[in-house]
């Protein structure tokens, strides 16, 4: 596996709405790999494709033990309620974090790496983590939601 560059913010892939995965070959198998030790090693819940320059609708989470790593390809959100209001940062903008209001409860359709449709529903943290790598494939950014920033003492 390979350790890839994270793009950080400003940088037009990540406010650019990623294309739907057609292909299902090793190369996105690599990727999902890459993107994972990546993410685990920059000490991230999630990570987005653009957030690798790849502009494609793809993402890994791995946010709870109970999960554990989960690959989302072309996900869509079927159902969200509750109200969650909580803190997030982005390996996309280091050092920078402010409160978000996510849903508490999310159910999501994606694809596996082989292609196969699932359905899996999340709540708490989990929820709020593939909420905003899926928000990265529609080009939306944590920043634009934020209704405080945190001052780097707050999170200590």
Request: proline share 4%; aromatic share 8%.
């Given at each position: 596996?390979?350790?890839?560059?994270?793009?950080?913010?400003?940088?037009?892939?990540?406010?650019?709405?990623?294309?739907?995965?057609?292909?299902?070959?090793?190369?996105?198998?690599?990727?999902?790999?890459?993107?994972?030790?990546?993410?685990?090693?920059?000490?991230?819940?999630?990570?987005?494709?653009?957030?690798?320059?790849?502009?494609?609708?793809?993402?890994?989470?791995?946010?709870?033990?109970?999960?554990?790593?989960?690959?989302l390809i072309?996900?869509?959100?079927?159902?969200?309620?509750?109200?969650?209001?909580?803190?997030e940062g982005?390996?996309?903008?280091?050092?920078?974090?402010?409160?978000?209001?996510?849903?508490?409860?999310?159910?999501?359709?994606?694809?596996?790496?082989?292609?196969?449709?699932?359905?899996?529903?999340?709540?708490?943290?989990?929820?709020?983590?593939?909420?905003?790598?899926?928000?990265?494939?529609?080009?939306?950014?944590?920043?634009?939601?934020v209704t405080?920033?945190?001052?780097?003492?707050?999170?200590?």
């Amino acid at each position: 596996m390979a350790f890839l560059e994270i793009v950080k913010h400003p940088n037009e892939v990540l406010e650019t709405p990623c294309d739907r995965v057609l292909d299902f070959d090793k190369k996105l198998t690599k990727l999902l790999n890459d993107m994972y030790e990546t993410m685990l090693t920059a000490d991230g819940v999630g990570l987005a494709a653009p957030q690798v320059g790849v502009s494609k609708q793809i993402a890994v989470v791995d946010a709870d033990d109970k999960h554990g790593r989960i690959d989302l390809i072309n996900p869509v959100i079927l159902e969200a309620r509750g109200e969650q209001i909580g803190p997030e940062g982005c390996l996309s903008f280091p050092d920078l974090f402010g409160e978000v209001k996510r849903a508490d409860y999310v159910k999501v359709r994606a694809q596996n790496r082989r292609g196969k449709v699932f359905v899996m529903e999340a709540r708490g943290f989990l929820a709020r983590a593939i909420q905003h790598e899926i928000d990265h494939l529609h080009g939306v950014l944590f920043t634009s939601k934020v209704t405080r920033y945190y001052e780097p003492d707050e999170l200590e």
